[in-house]
């Protein structure tokens, strides 16, 4: 799996460089790759952070990890696994072998040949929020040495690798892609595929030669198949186009989703009758609204920069409000099946995570839709196999216990987030009317006549 790219020119080079005995930082670095001897230290534990060290520790690596809950580091210590893609055997092995070390402190990860920073870049206030990522790199000054490589994993704004990585990171007295090298390489997981992230095609940068091909021969140890980019910047650009292009496609649909039912349109059968073209056409589906880490985010970063640049991304921004106004038009659709009124009618939402199959509710649109209910009066309660409680209209509300009781009392069931393990048959037959925001029923006869559909 290791490919040894030439970092000097031919290796006569690099052989006369060797000769010398004063081999540059570079070439140790390389050195440590090439033997898998580097000590690689992982800033953020999180569904980026912990497969990638799972992944290096299994190729050979001595890994530390730092993440700030102290809960998670309790439980990779015991061997046991936070995520559902990662085996609690895979984290034991690697604890017991003594290829994984874990804290709660990023300062402390005792100057690791390689580090990787792996934290959330989320919206506070609506606005792009880096500095988590700015945490960690101050947490690396005291810790960077001739040698070291820094990895930004984190999805953030364009220029973000050049223009603040890189000074925090020489506040050290060293010098970049002198002495140190540093890269971008932007996280692509997705939590609910099953794809393990040796199988993804992984984009690698570098702010300079030796930076670049550090990097690429770092992750020549961990992925099937290594991408370069031309720089960090177009790196961090691809990552926020990939899932700005799900969100505007997705917001596509979702306002077709608005107005096809009143032009006499199923909306589903048109986007699979689309589909069936196999070239040019990627099918989208209409939902409660966009959720995640991801797809909501990453407009907002990319139009953040345009902006700054004076050239205001309205697509994006459009695109934004369409899928935000999602969970208001779900809630004004059931509304419509009383008349307008909701006050008082019991209304039990199915799924509170922010896709299917996962236990993730954070930035959850079904959650959106939740708290509209309470605002309009009803009587809400959920049901999510994954999510025990979230936090509704402000308190927090516990899945419930007997999803048939719940059923046959609701005046609505809505459908948010169609989890494998429901039996659509047994609510079907438990419920009196549903409203599925995501379609699951459409191939039971048995929907006829109580369900509704955006
Ligand atoms: N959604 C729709 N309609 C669709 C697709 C998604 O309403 O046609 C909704 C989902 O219900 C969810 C939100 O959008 O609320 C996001 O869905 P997602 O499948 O994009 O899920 P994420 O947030 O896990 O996205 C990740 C991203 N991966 C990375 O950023 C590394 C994304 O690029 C992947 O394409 C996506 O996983 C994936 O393919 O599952």
């Known amino acids: 799996m290791y490919v040894e790219p ?12 060797e000769s010398t005995g004063v081999a540059p930082a570079s070439l140790r670095a390389m050195e440590k790759i090439r033997t898998r001897t580097a000590r690689v230290g992982v800033v953020g534990l999180g569904y980026v952070g912990l497969p990638l ?10 890994v530390v990890g730092a993440d700030l809950d102290q809960r998670k580091v309790d439980a990779l210590r015991e061997g046991r696994s936070p995520l559902e893609c990662i085996e609690d055997s895979s984290i034991g092995a690697l604890i017991d072998a003594g290829r994984l070390e874990v804290t709660t402190d990023a300062a402390h990860l005792g100057s690791p040949d390689i580090v990787l920073i792996c934290v959330p870049t989320p919206l506070t206030g609506g606005e792009p929020d880096q500095s988590l990522v700015m945490e960690a790199a101050e947490s690396l000054i005291p810790q960077i040495r001739p040698g070291t490589i820094v990895v930004l994993e984190s999805t953030v704004i364009p220029d973000t690798t050049d223009r603040m990585l890189v000074p925090v990171l020489e506040t050290s007295g060293l010098k970049a892609e002198v002495d140190f090298f540093v890269g971008f390489s932007p996280e692509r997981v997705d939590p609910s595929s099953g794809l393990d992230v040796v199988d993804v095609p992984k984009l ?5 030669p030796k930076s670049a091909a550090l990097v690429e021969a770092l992750y020549r140890n961990i992925v099937k198949t290594v991408v370069p980019a031309s720089s960090p910047r177009v790196a961090e650009f691809t990552k926020l186009l990939e899932n700005t292009f799900r969100d505007v496609n997705i917001a596509l649909v979702n306002e077709l989703a608005q107005v096809a039912r009143d032009m006499g349109v199923d909306i589903w059968e048109a986007i699979d009758l689309a589909a ?13 609204g966009v959720g995640g880490h991801c797809i909501p985010v990453d ?45 008082g009618k019991k209304i039990v939402v199915l799924g509170a995570a922010f896709k299917k199959d996962i236990e993730d509710a954070r930035n959850s649109a079904s959650v959106d839709v939740m708290d509209l209910f309470v ?40 459908i948010c987030t169609d989890h494998s393990s429901y039996v659509w048959d047994e609510v079907l037959e438990h419920s009196r009317l549903i409203f599925d925001t995501r379609n699951v029923l459409a191939s039971y006869a048995s929907a006829e006549g109580k369900v509704q559909k955006l």
């Open 299 to 343: 407009p907002v970063y990319l139009a953040w920069r345009a902006e700054v640049a004076g050239k205001p991304l309205t697509m994006l921004q459009d695109a934004r409000r369409v899928n935000d106004s999602m969970p208001g038009f779900v809630v004004d659709r059931v509304a419509g099946l009383f008349d307008g009124e909701l006050t």
């Open 276 to 288: 069936t073209k196999p070239y040019g056409y990627t099918p989208f589906y209409p939902g409660p």
């Open 6 to 17: 030439i970092l000097f020119g031919d290796s006569s080079r690099r052989i006369a460089l």
């Open 375 to 414: 605002e309009r009066g009803a009587d809400l309660s959920f049901h999510d196999p994954y999510c025990p409680s979230v936090k509704v209209g402000g308190r927090m509300l516990v899945s419930v216990a007997d999803l048939v009781t719940e059923l046959e009392s609701a005046d609505c069931v809505v």
């Open 204 to 208: 690698v940068s570098g702010i300079g």
């Open 53 to 62: 060290a799972v992944a290096l520790g299994d190729a050979g690596f001595d």
